[in-house]
């Protein structure tokens, strides 16, 4: 009965969505308030019915109730009750309900915190989050319904991928989709402003909040995605440029563009037609992720190997929704005002554009590597492979002038900046930089086959110095008393303290992408009981190996203990499970993390009389990895805690204003 009442419930709401796409939007356009206000009450009404939907198909999932055919497929007696309730966005019929149950949530949360928005701008607004939740619950409903039954019910289910068993892919996918689907609030914005014909520095002041709150849940999601990848597939690294890590990679990409293209608009209003078009191919570019994933056309751990007949309707989806907002922009685009916002190429807005095109020729590169093998395969000409060594040699070199651009952007003034005083002020940072570039490339041997480690090594050097340079100044550090620099600080708004973190965390993370690629150190080999294998100077010596018992597998569990110059420093048990349904083997590394790096072991299969297959890694700086990517959200959420981003929040002229860089916050 509660599933019917689930799947009630997701009909009811796709007739909501109906109406909320129709009657604000006509409301809007003969000025009828109260037809306008339909839209929130209907956000609401539709979020509430959706979510009973999901906490129906989640009741099913915790009860193991196999007359549902998306329990039978997914879940197992067996199974965690942790992997219960997460597995029902362990599917593609759970995750897409997941993903409409957060599109409509973003949808009342617009309702809810919007009160201030222009009662026209809020109601289109409303009216195109509806419409992406029209074709979203109609394919949920029609082709990819997760309440449909099974006669008779099966004793027993199929389980659940085991790899996706494990707390780092349980929460992966709901801050992948805050961030992939909170990129609509900022699509629905757009194209509402087009219909309106208006975007001006209100419109980006209310847009900002939404496209950082989706950011910075993506960038959680695509830290947690990279941490999970790194510690259980056992292969060392943390990213390959995976189709489907790179399918988020993208829309992360654009949002961090979008981002600073919106101060523009709000500052010195100019930079609209880009910020609006950023908006719309973020947002597209979460849709040709979700295309990527649930379409069949890749086989990857993180996607859905379904039907590539639903992959033809969200493509259909995407054509749609991009080619009506494009086509909208089309008609709408030469009657956006450039403003007073014009500026020389020195200056914030300068640098501020020159990172926007960097960024978006980024992602536009990471497109063209991950779908250029679809597209060759699709015309006949067989199967080939696009890797690392392609990403790394173009888009890394697209990325380092973005960052030599970020450390000295934020000292440029507003229109019109004297590049010589901004580079007189990260003259230390531009010497400590220098200086890691020559003691890196010294420190490996001066081999010029690693040059471009020591200049990554120098690009994280110059970009942390300068973003704690840039703030130094806002608090007048080293140049007045203590407690003034302290009441500065306290003052300061929390957007700046939330730029400075997301700097420098960038910083953090830059230096251990170098760090963990050039010099990670490794070993695969037979290994005996109480051989000792050294890698990046650290011993690993294998003390014995047991069986475990876990709550739905069974497991080698290795011993290794770690030394350093006779020290121990780490006792590491990494296994090899063995899950009893379905019958999968996979591995679970032990990782330790020091100052300097990670020393990584993973225990493979027997190769003898007490002798078994294991890997060995020493992978430097990647505990800051991790510190950085907490950083960058870190900072996305001090921003977000800032009143004056905060959506429809008026600006207040406060004393702090005496604490802002001369050249503005």
Known sequence: MITEIGHFALILALAVAVVQAIVPLIGASRGDVAWMRVGGTAATVQFLLIFIAFL????????????????????????????????????????????????????????????????????????????????????????????????????????????????GLAFHPPFLYLGYVGLSVAFSFAVAALIEGKVDAAWARWV???????????TIGIAGG???????????????????????????????????????????????????????????FSLLGTFLVRSGVLTSVHSFAVDPKRGVYILGLLVAYLGGAFALYGIRAPSLRLGNGLFSPISREGGLLLNNVLMATGAATVMLGTLYPLIVQAVGGGKISVG???????????????LLVLGVGPLL????????????????????????????WFAQGGSLRLWWAAGGMGLAAWLAIASFLELAERLRLFRAPLAESWRRAIRLPRSAWGMSL???????????????????????????????????GYGFTLKGIRNVKGP????????????????????????????????????????????FGDVYAVLGGPAGPDSWVTRIYFNPLMPWMWVGAGMLALGGFASLSDRRHRVGAPKRARAAATAAHPAGA
């Open 226 to 284: 990279a941490w999970w990848a790194y510690y259980t597939l056992g292969w060392g690294g943390w990213w390959f440029w995976d189709p489907t890590e790179n399918a988020s990679f993208m829309p992360w990409l654009i949002a961090t563009a979008l981002l600073h293209s919106a101060i523009v608009v709000e500052k010195r209003d100019s930079m609209k037609g880009w910020t609006v078009l950023l908006a719309i191919i973020a947002f597209g």
């Open 56 to 167: 129906a198909l989640m009741h099913a999932q915790v009860t193991l109730d196999f007359s549902v055919l998306n329990v039978v497929q997914n879940s197992h007696t067996h199974k965690p009750m942790l992997y219960r309730i997460t597995g029902v966005w362990g599917s593609h019929e759970g995750s897409l309900l997941l993903w409409v149950t957060i599109l409509s949530l973003f949808g009342m949360a617009v309702a809810v915190f919007g009160r201030n928005l222009p009662p026209g701008l809020k109601a289109r607004t409303l009216s195109v989050q509806a419409m992406v939740g029209v074709g979203f619950l109609t394919f949920c409903l029609l082709a990819s319904n997760p309440f449909l039954r099974v006669n008779p019910a099966p004793i027993n289910g199929d389980g659940l991928n085991p790899l996706l068993q494990d707390p």
């Open 502 to 536: 997301a700097h420098g965390g960038l910083a953090l993370v830059v230096a251990a992408m170098f760090g963990s690629t050039a010099w990670q150190s490794q070993s695969v080999q037979n290994q005996k009981i109480g051989q000792t294998v050294t890698v990046g």
């Open 552 to 595: 739905n597998y069974s497991a080698q569990q290795a011993t290794f203990v770690v030394t350093q110059d006779g020290r121990q420093v780490a006792v590491l048990h990494p296994q090899q499970r063995h899950f009893v349904m379905p019958p999968v083997p996979t591995t679970d590394a032990a990782i330790q993390g020091t100052v």
């Open 413 to 440: 003034s507003w229109k019109r900046a004297d590049l010589g005083a901004a580079l007189g002020r990260v003259k230390l940072a531009a010497v400590i930089a220098i200086a890691t570039v020559i003691i890196t």
């Open 208 to 218: 900002r909040p939404w496209t950082l709150a989706a950011w910075t849940f993506l």
């Open 388 to 402: 690392p060594p392609f990403f790394d040699s173009v888009f890394v070199p697209l990325m380092m002038p973005m």
